[in-house]
């Protein structure tokens, strides 16, 4: 199969596309059929040798969507040919930037119809960790106000609307005033430039 790897760490021109075999499937593992797959910021610091460490050569990536090949055998809710994506690679397993990606079970869920392979492969890192601030740490509610700084960014944009689905009255910064207009356009009931003296 076709990956993308980097032999050294660097900046983009270290980034290459080998022949490697193709992965097989732990017994708790999915085999997916990559058709798409996000770029993420820690995945640029990995391949730069600044953010932790990883075996070379490497496969970056850390979040995907496409089809399930083949499913370990203590793998139970995913079949052959079942939609996917899958995320949460990012801390040094990679693999994603190739047409296969073998990937923990745990770190799949399947991909409704309605969603395409682009937007479910762009989901996970950035959904995640919105969903871990707002739920599991900030335990957001309803009416309350909740603060997203760098609103337009990867993690932002997808924080702005999920506090906004929650019901809080999100204020969010965001750099230009372009950014600030999609900021607003996405549920932030105020926007303000980070750049500000004034911002406090």
Request: aromatic fraction near 6%; include cysteine.
């Amino acid at each position: 199969m076709r990956a993308v790897r980097y032999h050294e760490h660097g900046g983009p021109d270290v980034l290459q596309v080998d022949e490697v075999d193709q992965p097989d499937s732990a017994a708790d593992e999915v085999l997916i059929e990559v058709r798409a797959a996000s770029v993420n910021a820690v995945d640029a610091r990995f391949r730069a040798g600044s953010y932790g460490s990883v075996s070379l050569p490497a496969i970056p990536g850390g979040d995907a969507a496409g089809v399930v090949a083949e499913v370990g055998e203590d793998v139970e809710g995913f079949a052959e040919g079942d939609r996917v994506f899958a995320g949460g690679m990012g801390h040094g397993e990679g693999g994603t930037f190739a047409e296969y990606a073998s990937i923990p079970k745990m770190k799949v869920a399947h991909l409704p119809e309605n969603i395409s392979f682009e937007v479910g492969g762009a989901i996970p890192n950035v959904g995640v960790t919105a969903w871990m601030a707002f739920v599991e740490n900030a335990g957001l509610r309803p009416t309350e106000y909740c603060l997203v700084h760098g609103g337009n960014g990867g993690v932002g944009h997808t924080a702005v609307q999920l506090g906004n689905a929650m019901g809080a009255d999100v204020l969010a910064t965001a750099g230009s005033a372009e950014a600030r207009e999609r900021v607003r356009d996405l549920g932030a009931v105020v926007a303000f430039d980070y750049d500000s003296e004034t911002l406090a």
